[in-house]
């Protein structure tokens, strides 16, 4: 086997059979504590793809791209394994300094090796497990399971759907016991889904060594593509659920890598029965980067130009929109008279929530008059398209799947006009309304108070209920100053001290009441609790 070091490689290296971005490229380094080398046993070169994988940080992980590339020696049956960063780019001493400084600061990695567990945690018995599996199942999109079964599943998802059913099984418990019984369990199935989906797409023994250049191909099985991102779109909703948002991230990174890597944002060249499930991945994959990556202003997996390419039709739905326009595009340009399911629907309020969020965020005072007519151009296109969506959806939802759409596109209202409440009077409006009919929406979803997994939502409900309490806040607080109503002939007239009185008990009213149901969700969920005790502190300081 040939010599493998950071110079580059020796001459006996077959260069026929490397791609251009490799023979360029610059092997990555980590001073001289690490050295990725190519080795002819299958157990050394998996220790090294792991060992690469685990000391990269989220950031230099997520911008990895491509491949596995097999090369076969000419004179044995040896073979070198290569991970390429695509594309290409210089890699300067303070960036390596700073990624070394950065992976020994990191406490806590998504793949580090786990605390031990007690020894009298063992396995759960099989028939119990299975029971929660199957109990897990019958409210899947609360935690993000899109798939059409669990049957046959991947050890990757396996075990993510363990994790998950018990962590769910402590959301719905009432024994304190139970549920600290089930803190162990959660913990050691978790250790082993984040072991199971770290090596879910690992290379496989030399037996079973694909032909094709591809990370992708057939041997791989689209099966076990779909159902790695299945677990990774359950473990990032399980750490988002669980206040652990860079391991979300991380896990949400690697589902938009698997998703756009194999293709499922374009339409197949050829139909097949598997059509669908590539869809609904997508689509599952995209929903959940519009929420998490808009709440704290991160910047999307999915690039404007990515997305101006999805063509496939909208989720559980086989119609494809506008000839020559992307699904996505036709949508916000009022073009698209398809996406009426309820997992279409949900697709469609993440997208508008993530496009007003995005667009304010890009917004400040003082902007150029070129920037403000585009701003002006966006606002108002996107305006038109959420109050269109909003009178689409169910005005009274009758289940989670609604409720969270209704409440995902009233809050991209509330984004979308709350930094104009203080100076335009529709703006006030819009951002007041949508913030009332959400507490109503919330209030009015039929619950069996002895069902206690009704109250189990997906995690960026907590998000959504923050902004909708922090929108009756400001409200509260315009009603507060006098002389702000407009009165028919454009003249400014004092509210009565009666008036501010009832305007204002409304406003508390609803806010008391939006508080209420926050504490009702938050029981088992650790991010529900924590933005009910920021939406508190809010309350407190600002009303008294």
């Not at 082993?192 to 079973?208: I, V």
């Not at 496009?355 to 606002?379: E, G, K, V, W």
């Not at 909003?390 to 509330?414: K, T, W």
């Not at 008036?499 to 009213?509: F, K, M, Q």
């Amino acid at each position: 086997m040939a010599d493998f070091n950071a110079e580059g490689l020796k001459s006996n290296w077959i260069k026929s059979k490397a791609c251009v971005n490799c023979k360029k490229r610059k092997i990555v380094r980590f001073s001289n504590a690490f050295v990725f080398q190519p080795s002819s046993s299958y157990s050394e070169m998996r220790l090294g793809y792991s060992a690469m994988r685990t000391l990269l940080t989220f950031h230099e992980f997520s911008r990895l791209r491509v491949c596995r590339i097999w090369a076969v020696d000419g004179t044995k049956a040896g073979r070198q394994v290569f991970l390429c960063r695509y594309p290409p780019r210089p890699t300067s001493a303070e960036q390596i300094a700073g990624v070394e400084a950065r992976i020994r600061s990191l406490s806590r990695s998504p793949h580090r090796a786990p605390t031990p567990l007690p020894p009298t945690v063992q396995d759960l018995p099989p028939p119990v497990l299975e029971e929660l599996v199957v109990i897990f199942l019958r409210r899947p999109s609360q935690l993000g399971f899109f798939l059409d079964s669990a049957a046959n599943a991947t050890p990757a998802l396996r075990t993510a759907l363990c994790v998950c059913a018990i962590h769910y099984a402590r959301s719905t418990s009432n024994n304190s016991a139970g549920q600290q019984l089930d803190k162990e369990y959660e913990a050691l199935y978790l250790a082993r889904a984040l072991r199971a989906t770290a090596d879910a797409l690992a290379p496989l023994p030399p037996s079973s060594r694909p032909q094709s250049l591809s990370p992708y191909a057939e041997q791989t099985g689209a099966d076990t593509i779909l159902h790695t991102i299945q677990a990774h779109v359950l473990l990032a909703t399980y750490f988002f659920r669980n206040v652990r948002p860079l391991e979300g991230k991380y896990h949400l990174g690697a589902a938009v890598g698997l998703v756009l890597g194999a293709g499922m944002h374009r339409r197949p060249g050829r139909r097949s029965p598997g059509d669908h499930q590539r869809s609904d991945a997508f689509w599952a994959v995209y929903t959940l980067d519009c929420c998490w990556m808009t709440v704290d202003a991160s910047t999307s997996n999915f690039t404007s130009e990515i997305q101006g390419q999805v063509d496939i039709p909208w989720p559980r739905e086989n119609a494809h929109g506008p000839s020559g326009m992307g699904t996505i595009t036709a949508f916000l340009n009022s073009h698209s008279v398809t996406g009426v399911t309820p997992h279409a629907l949900h697709a469609k309020a993440a997208i508008l929530f993530e496009r007003a969020s995005r667009l304010i965020q890009a917004y400040h005072p003082n902007m150029p008059p070129a920037d403000l007519n585009s701003f002006l151009l966006a606002f108002t296109n996107i305006d038109t398209v959420i109050q269109q969506f909003r009178q689409l959806i169910p005005q009274q939802p009758r289940n989670h799947a609604q409720l969270l759409v209704y409440v995902l596109a009233g809050v991209a209202a509330i984004q979308l006009h709350n930094p104009f409440v203080g100076e335009a009077n529709t703006s006030r409006q819009r951002a007041i309304s949508a913030a009332r009919d959400v507490v109503t929406a919330l209030a009015n979803v039929p619950r069996d108070g002895t069902d206690s997994s009704a109250l189990v939502v997906d995690p960026i409900m907590g998000v959504l209920l923050l902004t909708t309490g922090q929108a009756l806040i400001t409200a509260i607080l315009f009603a507060r100053k006098p002389g702000r109503r407009t009165g028919p002939a454009g003249h400014r007239q004092s509210w009565s001290r009666d008036g501010h009185r009832d305007d204002e008990a409304a406003l508390r009213a609803a806010l008391d009441q939006l508080l209420e149901i926050m504490r009702a969700f938050a029981v088992g969920c650790k991010l529900m609790a924590t933005h009910l005790r920021t939406l508190k502190d809010v309350y407190r300081g600002a009303l008294g």
